[in-house]
Structure formats: C-alpha cells, structure tokens
C-alpha cells in the first residue's frame, strides 16, 4: 500500500499550484508523493491530510491487491448554506456546492418533510431550459447527497428535486448555480459536424499511451458530443489507457499500463483509491455488474503469466482466468469487454492477431482470427488475416467490431475500423463493413470502436488523438481532435486519447 498526499482544484489559475503555463498538478505515475505547492491550496481547495486507508485481500493464483483511499474531508466552494425550500406540497432543506476538485461537479445535499418517501431524482439543466438532465438520488434518510454531472464549465444552471411517494410527488421550487471553469492543462477539443443524425451524449476517455514519454493530459476526462470537457480527475498519472465508469456510474476507474495499479475515483473528484496489483494490472479494465472491474493482469518477472481478474472496491482481488494461455497462444492482451447477456468477456491479443471469447467460469467460447485454437473457431470470409488489434465491441445481434491497427491490405499500415457477421452454427466470420482512413492514417497503439445507440460507430484513433462517429456509409458524422490545442499550448507530446467509450447518461448502467 502507498500513501501519498494527494491534492486537488477547484479549476483555478494554476498559480495556486507550483507550477506555470498549462502545466497540470503531477504524479510520478508509479505511486509516488504529491506535496502541497508552497503556500497550500487556497479558495476552497481540499487537503487530502487524514484519509482513510484500506487493505484488500488476496484472491487464489497469487493475485493480490490493496486499496490505499484518500481523501479526508469532502470539501465543496461556491455554493449555498442550508436552505429552506419550498414544495408544491412540501419542504426541503438544501444545500449546494461546487465540487473543489471538479468545478463542473455540483454536490446537492438535501432532505425533505415528505412522508412516505419510495424515490427520488434531480432534474437540471441550463438556466431557462427545460431542465431535461435528470440525476438519481437516494432516497434521504435522513438525508441525500447527489452529483449534478455533466455541466458545462462557467456556466448558469438551474436544479429542482422530485420526490415521490405512494400517495403522490412533491417538487421543489427551481435553485440556481454556477460552475466554474476548466483548468488550463485539461485539453480544448475542436469539433466538427453534427446535426441531426449525430449521437447525442458523453465520451469518456483517457490521456493514452504519451509516444514522448509523458502526457499532459488529465488521467481520465469526459467530454460531451459538443465537444466541451465537463469532468476530469484533479491528477496526472502518466500512460493510463482505459478509464470508465462503474456499472451504477458512481465511480470512475482507470488503469496505469505500465504501473502495477488501478485507481477508482468518486465522481465528486474528492477522493481517489489506488489499488496496486502484484505482477502489475496491463492494458484494459471493465466494468461489472456488482460495482467491481475485470482486468488484465500482467503477472511479474520473465516467466509471466497473463490473467484475468476481478477486482472490488475494497480491494479484493479474484482470479477469472489464471493462465489466458489456456485459452490462446497469449504474448500481448490489451482490450478486455464485458457483457451482461451471457456473463462473457471477449480479449484481444496484439501480437497473435486473434479475439477470445469466454465465460465468467474461465471456460473459452471461441476465437476469432489468430492462429493455433484451441476450441471452436471462426473461417474468415471476405478478409484475409489481419496484423495488429486492439479494442472491439461484440454487438447483440452477432456482429463484431474491432480496431485494426495495421491494415494488412494497405502498403502504407493504414489503420481501419471493421465490422464482422459472426455466424456460429458454420463459424464463419464475415465482413460486412469497414472504415478506412482517408489519407492514411495509422495508430500503432491502442485504437478503439464501439457501436452506438444511433447505428453509427465511434473510432478512436488513439494516437492520432482523434475520435469519430463515423456512418454505415462511411460518412464522417461528427469528430473531435486534440490537435489545435496542442500545437497552441505547444505540448512536447500530441496530445491523444487512450480508448473510449459513450454514454448517454453519466448515471447507471453503460448502453452496452
């Protein structure tokens, strides 16, 4: 377990840290300490002295892992004291802050004289609108704490509470507030497209694999479909890959590949836990039903042995699959999914070229691409093999997206997205669609695809620091790019993303 000091913004100038420019707050990436800059934080700000530590268990197979929280006192600015507000038939006391971590993070704490509260929500939106952004609460007992997500920064929004009960619903009157802004080291995206036919939403994401070194990026950050940051963590910790939000959406967990830990953050910003994991965590993580992650585990030393596991919040660590070795021929995992229909994962593995299926029990389904299977595999049709993927999106109806690092047709190892019909009565695997870049463009690291609500697929060239929705036809719907911002701020490195994946709603279950 490490400590460290652990400190964070209210979206301030950065002179309040020892720092200039657009230099973001720093982490040594590899659990070191953070100490306060000279003088402490100011305005608001929250000092992590006094957090909470925690140690987890170890699961069979050796995987262990502990959880070190930090976080002390739950500090918020720029808000209001206790409130009396009134109902349409009843009357609630409220208070409500800005996050001092995450200026775009409102915290509602509130309570009611309702009787026979069952449920409750916040409907929020900008000032003078119709208020269509709707957070769940708990139900107060005896009294709630919850999140406004999803804000724009410097921005007037209002707010009103909804309780109900069997006997009928009492909403409060409308309050309103203030956001602040974005720090300076988080990235400005430039947007282009939209319309109609465009996914409405959020893309979380992460600062990537830095091709420098180091990246200037946040660790994790989310940006909605206008192209405006509206959350990132407080703290910079190099190489992160995956970050992505719990299955209930209440904590948001990211991966150091190349560290040996795991890190969940409260979507308040006010308190990160890091969970180190023996051998190292590698590549990718995802969500799971009960609140943990699955994840790839890189084991240690020359002789190691790839897993993967579970891990809980309070540092628990499962084993899922012990050897993946006993599933394929494993050099390089790097994109691990979940799905809820069937309790079964899919993994990539970059250098055998190939995808797994498999069972929550460890037990494989199938593998597509690669070679030398050991259980039922798929004959490609309309494509030959392919070199290089990374991450994919096994869809419902059986078809299969994935990101092609180096597209084996193109002399110039062009990058592509691609679609396959899996069929698994003949096992064939058959392309139906793809997505080249045009010019050619490449990404050697990561690369992501997902399928969304809308029909139309988001890819994510990673190194290109370049996300798109992209149509059934090839059109380009909507993008976001890093680029102008970097060669404004005249970031040492491009500033690019790790995967990423939508959400329609910052709050419950992910789409998929």
Known sequence: MRMRWWKVAVGLPCGLWACSGSTPPAADGAGGSLTPASGGMQAGGAQAAGGQLSAGGTGAGGWSGTGGELGGAPNASGGSGALDVEGDNCTFSVTHEQSSAIGTVTIVTWSSDFQGTTAAHLEFGPTGSDLGLVAPADVPAPTARTLLLGMKAGAAYSFRIVVDSGAGTCTSEELDLETGPVPEWVPVLTKTGGGDS??????????????????????????????????????????????????????????????????????????????????GADHDLTPLPDGSVAAIASGGGVDAVHAVLQLRSDGTVTPIVDDLDELMEVNHPNALHYYQADDTLTLSDLEANAFVKFTRAGELVWQLGGADPVGDFFDLVGLEPWDDNHGHHLLPDGGFLFFNNSFSLDPENNSAAIRLELDEENWTATKSWEYVYEPARWSGQLGDVEQLPNGNVLVTNSNGGLIEEVSEGGEIVQAFDTLAWSMMTLSSDLAHFGYANFRTSLYGPPPR
Do not use: C, K
């Not at 995956?242 to 910003?269: C, E, K, P, Q």
């Open 198 to 279: 465009a996914a409405v939403g959020y893309v979380v994401t992460s600062s990537g694999l830095a091709l420098t070194g180091e990246s200037s990026l946040p660790s994790a950050f989310i940006f909605d479909t206008d192209g405006d940051v509206v959350w990132w963590i407080p703290e910079v910790i190099q190489n992160v890959t995956r970050a992505t939000l719990s299955w209930d959406g209440r904590t948001m967990w990211f991966l150091n590949a190349y560290g040996a830990s795991i890190y969940s953050v409260s979507m308040d910003g006010l308190t990160i836990v890091e969970h180190p994991i023996d051998g």
